[in-house]
């Protein structure tokens, strides 16, 4: 039973290019949640997803950063115009449908900006 | 809003000393879990504990074991007879449960890194 999946695990973008960070959740699982962690701090949330919804996106930055968990494929964690400050981990997690307080972390994306 | 304090931001100790992580958190939640986990070098986070805020027991595992203490809002973590292999950023997290709304976010410590030389 594969967990989830993120990818690409690293990625590196110049300033102003668009970064895509993809997050396919467990098998069976229909809830997905990003959250952020900055140099030396921990990780924040930014994003609640269901299938084809957005739940909860309290924690997203207002511009820029957008996110889609469309009914096939997996999520996606959009960053238009990246600017070297967006350069971070970025971690998805996915829940069961019943169990929505147990969150199963991926690996994690690493994005750097140049 | 809930909060997850860890004061220390690195411990350093020698293999096989004894090591206590420290976690206090907020909530005005009565219902609401705690995590720990561990994230090596390598990057991943290891998930290491979720315990219920109704279940006060302490919980051993192996070398690691948690002390939940509702009273002063704090969910500690020893690691018994350090190893080399334990040194990591060790993240608590605390979930609070919208009953409303059915899902829960997690709130993150800024973490303790900890240090263990042979």
């Known amino acids: 039973n594969a967990g989830v999946m993120q990818n690409p695990r690293h990625l590196v973008r110049r300033r102003g290019q668009e970064a895509r960070l993809r997050c396919s959740p467990m098998k069976g699982h229909s809830h997905v949640y990003w959250y952020r962690q900055l140099p030396e701090e921990g990780l924040k949330f930014m994003v609640y997803?269901?299938?084809?919804?957005?739940?909860?996106e309290s924690g997203m930055p207002k511009e820029r950063f957008s996110a889609e968990f469309p009914k096939e494929g997996p999520s996606i964690l959009r960053i238009q115009q990246v600017v070297r400050g967006d350069s971070a981990a970025y971690f998805c997690?996915?829940?069961?449908?019943?169990?929505?307080?147990?969150?199963?972390f991926g690996p994690g994306t690493r994005l750097t900006v140049l | 809003a809930q909060k997850v304090t860890q004061a220390q931001t690195e411990i350093s100790v020698v293999e096989k000393e004894d090591v206590t992580l420290d976690c206090v958190y907020e909530t005005r939640d009565t219902t609401y879990y705690l995590f720990w986990y561990k994230q090596p070098p390598s990057g991943e986070l290891v998930f290491l504990i979720r315990r219920n805020s109704f279940d006060e027991q302490n919980e051993i595992s192996g070398r690691y074991s948690w002390n939940f203490q509702k009273s002063t809002s704090s969910f500690n973590f020893t690691i018994t007879a350090s190893q080399v292999v334990d040194s990591a950023v060790y993240f608590c997290?605390?979930?609070?449960?919208?009953?409303?709304?059915?899902?829960?976010?997690?709130?993150f410590g800024k973490g303790t890194m900890l240090l263990v030389s042979p």
């Open positions: 997290a605390l979930s609070e449960s919208y009953m409303n709304s059915g899902y829960s976010t997690l709130t």
């Open positions: 997690a996915s829940s069961p449908r019943l169990r929505r307080d147990e969150q199963f």
């Open positions: 997803l269901q299938k084809e919804n957005i739940i909860d």
